[in-house]
């Protein structure tokens, strides 16, 4: 393609049909290659993702208020786009969150936290057929144990999401993605003595950090959930900033929640 | 070899076989159910309402007293056997579509025991022995093994086999409804049918009045293949031929195989062998031979049926149910030593369609691979460790979804239930979106104070006794509320002393920003959800 590209760039020298060209050679390009590579994420998330989307064989860590959600938000995008999800040992999901905010219920598959001998083998035997994986051990994860799961994943394709609220650093190894809340305030409750209002939706500074191409961190301000109960972008964007610097929002700034 | 017209055909029908394999009798109500759902009944309990297609509950409750069956096609096939083994007397070739019906081709069987009417005969009767009174038997005898099979299911009692002149399978098949051939002729086709259907063509003769060229345009060759039955024709398509030899695929099993399920093994490795060889070609087979050679000589040979193309896993399945079948025959058939040679012959072959996935980018079924590894978590934990999502109703966050035990479900079949219903239920008291996204199964205990330190209560009234102004949960240290909404108190089942509920649900943001929701029954609260 490139070689006839190159010879048709010397005879057509005017710029409508180079771009006609360029249009030509991108169809004619094969096709699925940025979707083997990463898994789709929805919408408001993309611009958080070096390439589009979370990359495929890599290890996902959410920490921060509103992990849970965080974590549903992003397997959304791969739930819609046919993928199945497995959640292990997260015996406590919000099903109906999940499904408002995105997930496809009808491939969610949900196992029970397995005795701490079992669980290298009981997520080995899922990650060689699932393509989410989403975990949260809670006793440490043996070295050898996790770079065989990853190995297996990378070879599979699939992605690992690690949820807070297990055993603090079960995981040995750093995570290949970080997704931190940084800071979150719920809208919605009435701030007076009569109980008025309810809540509604919640502002949440989203920060995806990690290895390689996703060294330099990345923000996004986000309404998790949104009005809706789905995702959908801050208006206010929150510009690109080292991480030394915190952002202050307006309302209380958040830390790990309890 | 290209033929229209079909060839004339007795079928085998053993009515409600998986019942009868059991070996429940047919007097007494008996249910099969697969993914929760009824997939055969004895005549008894049909009687008493049941039909197929039935939930479990549903079932149970208009039948009590059924014997329950899980759905095993093993046993069926097992069971079936000997009556596959008694028609080899009759005919060198038996077709066995699935357990409880095989067809054989009548050319040479009838002229040799004198016409159709007696060979139907003589089948009837050998059937009877082999069944030796556990079941029912109905044999049709038509042009083509769709008629027959059609035929079979007139007979009556005191009339076990109805013979179709040829030439009047069209005649006879004309007031069948339209969705015979899915249920009967086992085309997998639903959506043509469903069409044909509500364009007003509830019959087969209706269908077959349609000009053959307009059904091929407008449905393809799903819309051909309904039509060619519908008009008494061969359903096999006019592409069908037999393949040339060396697509056959031959194991030798050194040392001999005792074992079924150790052959069973050895049979999935061959039919994938068998799949690679006709997929270079573009085929797919819709008849294959299994046969099982044992070191003494024996010879045991079978031909499987499906008008789908046959999946390696089908296949494999096909030569396990054959080899249960033989070794657990009787003493007579029974093979005397291990199995030494296995091999698989595409006997029918057709062009491979190939699977097209849903127009609307609905492809939710779930891969072998993940049901495999789904089954070995299974193994590990325990079955009921592995649950899938599936709509209930309610108020509270838990009680919407909950999770059901993947085995009650068809993964491999769209499941429109685990979707959520809309806004719409009917549940006044319900706390409004956004759902929480963390519920624990065992809400832990909480509690709401007030300013003063005394517990918050909530009246007869659905008001707070004072407003919340601490929070603490599970014995951890208590925050200050900063932000409440509530009380959402709902009064439930009041209809039924045993079930009966009241409760209240409070909004709660403490200062670290969490937002919690708590619910107070008996005047104790607990954390039902954290919108984490």
């Given at each position: 393609m490139g070689y006839i590209c190159s010879i048709l760039g010397c005879v057509v020298a005017s710029s409508p049909q180079r771009t006609e060209l360029h249009r030509l050679g991108d169809r004619a390009r094969p096709l699925m290659m940025a979707a083997e590579r990463v898994l789709p994420v929805t919408g408001p998330f993309e611009g958080l993702f070096p390439g589009g989307g979370v990359r495929r064989g890599s290890v996902v860590a959410t920490e921060g208020p509103g992990a849970t959600s965080l974590t549903l938000a992003l397997v959304a995008g791969a739930s819609q786009a046919g993928v199945w999800t497995v959640a292990v040992?997260?015996?406590?999901?919000g099903l109906a969150a999940a499904t408002e905010l995105g997930v496809d219920l009808e491939r969610l598959v949900v196992v029970d936290p397995p005795p701490v001998g079992q669980w290298p083998t009981v997520v080995a035997a899922l990650v060689d057929a699932f393509e989410v994986l989403v975990v949260c051990p809670e006793a440490r994860v043996r070295p050898t144990d996790a770079r065989r799961l990853v190995a297996r994943a990378r070879e599979r394709g699939a992605v690992l999401f690690h949820l807070p609220?297990?055993?603090?650093?079960?995981?040995p190894d750093a995570p290949d993605l970080r997704c931190r809340v940084v800071a979150a305030s719920w809208s919605g409750l009435g701030r007076d003595a009569t109980g008025s209002g309810h809540l509604r939706a919640r502002r949440v500074t989203v920060e995806v950090a990690g290895r390689r191409e996703a060294v330099r961190p990345r923000r996004a301000a986000l309404w998790l959930p949104g009005a809706d109960g789905g995702v959908a972008p801050a208006a206010r964007p929150v510009p690109t900033v080292p991480p030394a610097a915190p952002v202050v929002e307006t309302a209380a700034v958040m830390e790990e929640s309890a | 070899m290209r033929r229209s017209a079909a060839a004339r055909t007795l079928v085998v029908w053993c009515p409600d076989w998986p019942v009868v394999a059991a070996g429940i009798p047919l007097d007494q109500p008996a249910l099969v159910l697969h993914a929760n759902r009824v997939v055969a009944c004895s005549p008894a309990a049909r009687a008493e309402g049941v039909s197929e297609g039935l939930r479990r509950r549903e079932a149970q409750g208009r039948s009590p007293a059924a014997i329950v069956l899980a759905h095993d096609p093993a046993r069926d096939a097992r069971a079936f056997e000997p009556v596959v083994a008694a028609l080899d007397a009759v005919a060198p070739r038996v077709e066995v579509r699935l357990p409880g019906s095989c067809a054989l081709a009548t050319r040479g069987p009838a002229r040799y025991f004198g016409g159709d009417h007696a060979l139907a005969d003589t089948v009837t009767s050998l059937v009877a022995v082999a069944l030796d009174g556990r079941g029912q038997v109905a044999v049709g005898v038509a042009d083509g093994a769709f008629a027959a099979a059609c035929a079979a299911r007139t007979t009556g009692p005191g009339r076990a086999a109805v013979v179709v002149p040829p030439g009047e399978s069209a005649a006879s098949l004309a007031a069948w409804p339209t969705s015979t051939v899915t249920t009967v002729g086992g085309i997998e086709a639903p959506a043509v049918v469903d069409v044909l259907v509500r364009l007003g063509l509830t019959t087969l003769g209706a269908v077959a009045t349609l000009p053959p060229a307009d059904v091929l345009a407008r449905f393809g060759p799903d819309g051909e293949l309904v039509h060619r039955l519908a008009r008494g024709?061969?359903?096999?398509?006019?592409?069908a031929r037999h393949p040339a030899p060396d697509l056959t695929v031959t194991a030798e099993l050194d040392p001999p195989v005792e074992r079924v399920d150790t052959a069973a093994f050895l049979a999935v490795g061959l039919a994938d062998e068998l799949h690679r060889r006709l997929d270079e070609r573009g085929l797919a087979a819709i008849q294959v031979g299994i046969a099982a050679e044992t070191e003494h000589g024996e010879r045991h040979e079978r031909f499987w049926r499906h008008e789908g193309a046959l999946t390696p896993a089908a296949i494999a399945e096909r030569v396990r149910w054959q080899l249960d079948g033989w070794l657990s025959g009787s003493s007579a058939t029974r093979p005397t030593a291990g199995i030494t040679r296995l091999v698989l012959t595409p006997d029918e072959v057709v062009a491979a369609r190939g699977r097209q996935l849903g127009f609307w980018g609905g492809e939710s079924r779930v891969d072998e691979r993940a049901v495999r590894a789904l089954a070995r978590v299974q193994a590990l934990l325990g079955t009921e460790a592995v649950t899938v999502p599936e709509r209930r109703g309610g108020r509270g966050p838990a009680e919407r979804l909950v999770l059901v035990p993947v085995t009650t479900v068809d993964l491999t079949a769209p499941r429109p239930t685990a979707q959520p219903d809309g806004a719409a239920e009917p549940w006044p008291g319900r706390v409004p979106?956004?759902?929480?996204a963390v519920v624990p199964p065992d809400p832990p205990a909480a509690d709401l104070l007030a300013a003063d330190g005394a517990s918050v209560g909530v009246t007869g009234r659905g008001a707070v006794t004072a407003p919340p102004a601490e929070v603490a949960v599970d014995g951890a240290g208590s925050r200050k509320v900063v932000a409440w909404a509530g009380p959402w108190p709902v009064d439930e089942r009041w209809w039924d002393p045993a079930a009966h509920r009241r409760r209240a649900r409070v909004q709660v943001l403490d200062d670290t920003g969490t937002a919690r929701l708590l619910v107070i029954e008996d005047g104790r609260w607990r954390l039902e959800a954290t919108y984490d």
């Open positions: 040992g997260v015996s406590a999901l609220g297990g055993r603090a650093g079960a995981w | 024709l061969d359903a096999r398509p006019l592409d979106p956004p759902a929480p």
